[in-house]
């Protein structure tokens, strides 16, 4: 679900395109998704995310993270 743009941008924080590093930073990343202590990300013009897909990262955060 997350671009090469995003991987890139967050590339100094931690690797969105590693499933060890999405799962450290679930609850971060759907706060930011939500626009919950921070703006919106992704950013315009990739961003935001649609509600389904928001609602589809919160499932599998809810689900414990199935791969």
Partial sequence: ?????DVQHMI????LSKYTDVVAHAADI?????????????PKPEGPWPDEWIALFQRWVNENYPE
């Fill in 30 to 42: 759907l706060n930011r998704l939500k626009g919950i202590d921070g703006p919106v990300m992704p």
């Fill in 12 to 15: 100094k924080a931690f690797d």
């Fill in 1 to 5: 679900m997350f671009s090469q743009m």
